[in-house]
């Protein structure tokens, strides 16, 4: 029979359009976000990373969103590109607890030419 | 600068045989962790160690699979005896602080038939 495999959300842009991903993360205490890409058949790679006493940083065409009343947590793209084209994780972590980062399920982002 | 390494990028092998997953963390990073993915599960810690020490190894899933860190820069994932539910791509990452970005190597696909 089929096997049922994890159903991610797609985001479908078009090429110079913004994106943005979004995340509901689970722990109220997390203090630490990051956003990773992974492009098929590699790893995942850090994009940028946002501390909970602040709600927004940027990074080279990228920015974060914290919001912490409702514990979610958005990517934003600017002028969205074809190699832009990936899976999206958001990780959280509770720096005074562990090392761990918890992981999303991740969002694909399809970027149309 | 290299990262993360993996070896090897591939291994295919039969039910039963001993698999060992090898990685070498970025040079000065104090953290290590061992992950699987799968479309199934996506994207699971198996198992973290802090300055070559394992802190955290609730992910393992049983008794067959072991891991090593006999070193700062080295260390194996072993399966024994593999099964083909075990097929999965495993990622290793290394953090150079307590809850910090973590830097993915490129994952070995196993294979079990």
């Known amino acids: 029979g089929e096997s049922v495999g994890l159903h991610l959300p797609t985001l479908s842009v078009q090429e110079g359009d913004n994106s943005i991903i979004n995340c509901a993360y689970s722990?109220?205490?997390?203090?630490?976000f990051i956003w990773y890409k992974q492009e098929s058949g590699k790893g995942p790679q850090f994009i940028i990373d946002?501390?909970?006493?602040?709600d927004k940083r940027q990074g080279q065409r990228v920015t974060v969103l914290l919001n912490k009343t409702v514990k979610h947590l958005s990517l934003q793209i600017a002028a969205t590109q074809p190699g832009d084209s990936a899976v999206y994780f958001c990780?959280?972590?509770?720096?005074?607890?562990?090392?761990?980062?918890?992981f999303g399920t991740g969002t694909l982002l399809a970027v149309q030419p | 600068d290299a990262g993360v390494i993996q070896s090897p990028r591939h291994e295919v092998t039969e039910m039963g045989q001993e698999v060992t997953l090898r990685c070498k963390p970025i040079?000065?990073?104090?953290?290590l962790f061992w992950y699987r993915q799968t479309m199934m599960r996506g994207l699971e810690l198996l198992i973290y160690?802090?300055?070559?020490?394992?802190?955290?190894d609730s992910g393992m899933p049983e008794d067959r699979f072991s891991a090593k860190m006999p070193n700062a820069s080295f260390s194996t994932l072993k399966i024994q005896p593999s099964e083909p539910r075990d097929s999965a791509v495993y990622f290793c990452?290394?953090?150079?602080?307590?809850?910090?970005?973590?830097?993915f190597g490129p994952g070995t696909r196993l294979t079990v038939t």
């Open positions: 990452a290394s953090s150079s602080r307590q809850g910090g970005e973590q830097y």
């Open positions: 722990n109220s205490a997390s203090d630490y």
């Open positions: 040079s000065g990073h104090n953290s």
């Open positions: 990780a959280e972590n509770y720096s005074g607890a562990t090392n761990k980062l918890i």
């Open positions: 946002i501390r909970s006493n602040m």
């Open positions: 160690f802090n300055n070559n020490v394992p802190i955290d």
